[in-house]
């Protein structure tokens, strides 16, 4: 690698929302929640040439690279810079966007395997959904606990981690649930961009008695609808063996135009 270029970890990202916001602007498509929740709990590393940032790098879980990013002055050096960070910090996987060129760019001259890992999609035409029974409600405090138990029980996510997910979307106004008597039917979000401020991220869980039903589709749509009202164009994410889901989300009028890659290293 060229002289004069280090890589440092970095405690405090605010350090990096320059480069962040440059970055954003390179994005053909915006990143979806799951991304974002991907960088919130992963490692930052910048990196440096003559005492200036210059690119910056992300680890999530298992080691796996979730972003990497080089400033327009310094991309002649991109690829070398790659490959010792990956050397550097024994990196042998990562997590690509197709609407990610800067990264997507020079990983692909590393990659000895390409697996899609999960499509992104986008609103792209409205559609008529027959109405469901039941009343779809925001989620209150005093709703939590039971919203909390009924995702338990429906995608077998630890309550710990829950309790803290849904009081968040709680306290946001973005979490709503389809409920008919005393039965909770299924949930569904609509999580406002915090890099995209145009787009809200949105997603469904049905209840397992419910499912084959149609209900995932009726709650896609209705928290479509609701993105709409907030003057949101809405997007959403599925991993690519969730066939249920990806036949939920075509029937609520989008389409995949990007996806995530997961790229073995050579």
């Given at each position: 690698?060229?002289?004069?270029?280090?890589?440092?970890?970095?405690?405090?990202?605010?350090?990096?929302?320059?480069?962040?916001?440059?970055?954003?602007?390179?994005?053909?498509?915006?990143?979806?929640?799951?991304?974002?929740?991907?960088?919130?709990?992963?490692?930052?590393?910048?990196?440096?040439?003559?005492?200036?940032?210059?690119g910056y790098a992300s680890i999530g879980e298992s080691n796996q690279l979730i972003q990497f990013y080089i400033s327009p002055k310094h991309l002649g050096k991109g690829e070398s810079i790659f490959k010792e960070f990956i050397e550097k910090l024994n990196i042998e996987t990562g997590i690509v966007g197709t609407n990610n060129p800067s990264y997507l760019s020079i990983a692909l001259n590393f990659a000895?395997?390409?697996?899609?890992?999960?499509?992104?999609?986008?609103?792209?035409?409205?559609?008529?959904?027959?109405?469901?029974?039941?009343?779809?409600?925001?989620?209150?405090?005093?709703?939590?606990?039971?919203?909390?138990?009924?995702?338990?029980?429906?995608?077998?996510?630890?309550?710990?981690?829950?309790?803290?997910?849904?009081?968040?979307?709680?306290?946001?106004?973005?979490?709503?649930?389809?409920?008919?008597?005393?039965?909770?039917?299924?949930?569904?979000?609509?999580?406002?961009?915090?890099?995209?401020?145009?787009?809200?991220?949105?997603?469904?869980?049905?209840?397992?008695?419910?499912?084959?039903?149609?209900?995932?589709?009726?709650?896609?749509?209705?928290?479509?609808?609701?993105?709409?009202?907030?003057?949101?164009?809405?997007?959403?994410?599925?991993?690519?063996?969730?066939?249920?889901?990806?036949?939920?989300?075509?029937?609520?009028?989008?389409?995949?135009?990007?996806?995530?890659?997961?790229?073995?290293?050579?």
């Amino acid at each position: 690698m060229a002289r004069n270029y280090m890589f440092k970890e970095i405690a405090n990202t605010d350090e990096l929302t320059e480069l962040r916001n440059e970055w954003l602007s390179t994005l053909t498509s915006p990143q979806d929640g799951m991304w974002e929740s991907f960088r919130n709990s992963g490692k930052e590393w910048g990196i440096v040439h003559d005492n200036e940032w210059i690119g910056y790098a992300s680890i999530g879980e298992s080691n796996q690279l979730i972003q990497f990013y080089i400033s327009p002055k310094h991309l002649g050096k991109g690829e070398s810079i790659f490959k010792e960070f990956i050397e550097k910090l024994n990196i042998e996987t990562g997590i690509v966007g197709t609407n990610n060129p800067s990264y997507l760019s020079i990983a692909l001259n590393f990659a000895k395997e390409l697996n899609v890992n999960t499509y992104l999609f986008r609103n792209n035409y409205p559609v008529y959904i027959e109405e469901k029974e039941g009343e779809l409600k925001e989620c209150q405090n005093e709703d939590i606990e039971k919203i909390v138990h009924f995702c338990h029980y429906s995608m077998g996510a630890p309550k710990e981690w829950l309790e803290g997910y849904i009081k968040d979307l709680t306290e946001k106004k973005e979490i709503f649930y389809l409920e008919h008597g005393d039965e909770i039917i299924g949930t569904c979000e609509v999580r406002k961009s915090t890099t995209a401020g145009d787009f809200a991220d949105i997603g469904m869980v049905v209840s397992p008695d419910y499912r084959r039903k149609g209900y995932g589709t009726y709650l896609l749509n209705e928290a479509k609808k609701i993105a709409i009202e907030w003057k949101k164009t809405p997007i959403c994410s599925c991993e690519k063996d969730n066939i249920g889901s990806i036949k939920s989300i075509h029937n609520s009028g989008f389409v995949s135009m990007y996806q995530l890659l997961l790229i073995s290293f050579n």
